[in-house]
């Protein structure tokens, strides 16, 4: 089975903290994704990668950056953390873009 | 720019009946998928269709594909409180590479 697990379930922090969010897929998968999930909006995609190092915007990039060192590892990265971007956030990956894509468990991130 | 359209948004059902769930988009697609997310939970992949005609079931959920009418349904046959969950359907470019999400149903499956 496809396994995709985030760094964390729940986090708190405060404005203009940096944050790491961290996501790990152990099926070889070449394609990584970041959304936030919120009421009313649905999902929205922020970042995916589909290679080591190789990254594009999706959506709703801004305030956002990612990094993708190892095949393995997609981290999303706040680079000064606001109010708004207080949200459900999930990893997703898939072996190409037409594959299906398998979910993490979410971090719901709070910025106080 | 593709489009993705569900309805109904919020559908609330009794055990026991049947329903359908639509999934409407803009944009010619040759594969869809669904999934399901309980509260407070992750997606769950539930299905992916793949041609025009495609029909998939698992349990009480059935789950086709009409690309000329660009329209997926999920029918729920004989609900049980156990299928309460928001719903998603999502679609893919031919040539794309990235999916576009619906809105989500949220069904609640009451006894």
């Known amino acids: 089975d496809v396994k995709v697990t985030q760094s964390s379930r729940y986090l708190v922090k405060r404005t203009g903290e940096k944050v790491f969010l961290e996501c790990v897929q152990d099926m070889d998968h070449e394609n990584m994704f970041w959304y936030r999930q919120d009421p009313g909006l649905g999902l929205r995609l922020i970042y995916f990668s589909y290679d080591v190092k190789m990254k594009e915007k999706g959506d709703i990039p801004e305030g956002y950056s990612v990094s993708r060192e190892k095949k393995e590892r997609f981290s999303l990265i706040l680079e000064s953390a606001s109010t708004n971007q207080t949200s459900m956030y999930l990893c997703?990956?898939?072996?190409?873009?037409?594959?299906?894509?398998?979910f993490g468990p979410g971090t719901r991130l709070t910025v106080l | 720019e593709l489009k993705v359209e569900q309805n109904p948004l919020f559908l609330s059902m009794q055990e026991g009946k049947n329903y359908t769930i639509y999934c409407n988009y803009s944009t010619t697609s040759d594969r869809l998928y669904w999934y399901r997310q309980d509260p407070g939970k992750s997606l769950e992949s539930l299905f992916v269709?793949?041609?025009?005609?495609a029909v998939k079931q698992e349990g009480r959920l059935m789950a086709s594909l009409d690309t000329k009418a660009r329209l997926s349904t999920l029918h729920i046959t004989a609900a049980v409180h156990d299928l309460s969950a928001t719903y998603f359907c999502a679609v893919v470019l031919s040539s794309g590479s990235r999916l576009t999400f619906g809105e989500g149903t949220q069904l609640t499956v009451n006894p």
């Open positions: 269709l793949l041609s025009n005609g």
């Open positions: 997703a990956s898939s072996l190409t873009f037409r594959d299906t894509q398998y």
